[in-house]
């Protein structure tokens, strides 16, 4: 455990709940985020830092404006922090240019939304499939992977299925897939089951346990206690700092 005392929101990755041997796959530092609203500084992010390990399962909760989508889109590389750092794999995603920025989320990082955004014209394989054409993957090795991926989510008979035919489960489970498609260092997930229903909200957080226990890191922002305390740990978000980091499931 990092005990740096330039860390003003706790431990550096609380290790007491993780594999001793892990290694970091994603390490924040001091991160800050400053939004203007006309000439008065609001900060959404103050001082944030923590690691996550290969294959930890990490639930990100607190209340409305606590600063948790903010924290989502960092690590996503969706919007960029006023100050801090972040790390993938040892790599400084922060400093990278603009120019750079769509390459790493295609290569590093999976997102998983509330309302699925699946194409609505395309089949469930098309979906998965898409997301490969951009990183030079043949065409053969796409249709195997999104088989292998579509299959692995429970759907390998749903592949030529367009999104109006599959119930809201259905359809979270093939963004998933999607979602995995280039394996990716860490898969984001933002209220994956806030648009599904109690029966289906199990499905996919016992999908999302079963990756996390084959070492896909999984970071998921819920305003929803039931899927969090089934995470290997939870972060709690107040005013823009950690207020919490503790043992979930």
């Known amino acids: 455990m990092n005990n740096n005392p330039g860390n003003k929101?706790?431990?550096?990755?609380?290790?007491?709940?993780?594999?001793?041997?892990?290694?970091?796959?994603?390490?924040?530092?001091?991160?800050?985020?400053?939004?203007m609203q006309g000439k008065i500084p609001v900060?959404?992010?103050?001082?944030?830092s923590f690691d996550v390990n290969k294959g930890e399962f990490l639930s990100i909760v607190g209340p409305s404006g606590s600063g948790k989508?903010?924290?989502?889109?960092?690590?996503?590389?969706?919007?960029?922090p006023t100050e801090g750092s972040?790390?993938?794999?040892?790599?400084?995603?922060?400093?990278?240019?603009?120019?750079?920025?769509?390459?790493?989320?295609?290569?590093?990082i999976g997102?998983?939304?509330?309302?699925f955004n699946l194409l609505s014209?395309?089949?469930?394989?098309?979906?998965?499939?898409?997301?490969?054409?951009?990183?030079?993957t043949p065409k053969n090795k796409r249709k195997e992977r999104a088989l292998e991926l579509l299959t692995m989510v429970g759907l390998g008979d749903r592949i030529k299925h367009k999104p109006s035919e599959l119930s809201g489960g259905q359809q979270q489970r093939v963004a998933i897939a999607r979602a995995l498609a280039n394996e990716p260092a860490i898969?984001?997930?933002?209220?994956?089951?806030?648009?599904?229903?109690?029966?289906?909200?199990?499905?996919?957080?016992?999908?999302?346990?079963?990756?996390?226990?084959?070492?896909?890191?999984?970071?998921?922002?819920?305003?929803?206690?039931?899927?969090?305390?089934?995470t290997d740990r939870i972060i709690t978000m107040r005013d823009g700092t950690i207020s919490g980091d503790t043992g979930g499931s």
């Open 9 to 35: 929101s706790g431990n550096y990755g609380n290790n007491e709940n993780h594999d001793a041997g892990s290694e970091p796959v994603l390490r924040i530092r001091d991160l800050r985020k400053i939004y």
């Open 43 to 48: 900060p959404a992010l103050d001082g944030v």
């Open 69 to 80: 989508s903010t924290l989502l889109s960092m690590i996503g590389l969706l919007d960029r």
């Open 86 to 108: 972040v790390f993938i794999d040892d790599v400084e995603i922060t400093k990278a240019k603009e120019s750079e920025a769509p390459r790493i989320r295609r290569e590093k």
């Open 111 to 115: 997102f998983v939304f509330q309302h």
């Open 121 to 136: 014209t395309f089949t469930a394989m098309e979906n998965v499939d898409i997301a490969m054409r951009f990183t030079g």
């Open 187 to 230: 898969l984001l997930a933002d209220e994956p089951t806030g648009a599904v229903d109690t029966k289906t909200r199990e499905v996919i957080v016992n999908l999302l346990k079963g990756l996390s226990e084959k070492g896909q890191t999984i970071i998921v922002v819920t305003h929803d206690m039931d899927v969090a305390r089934q």
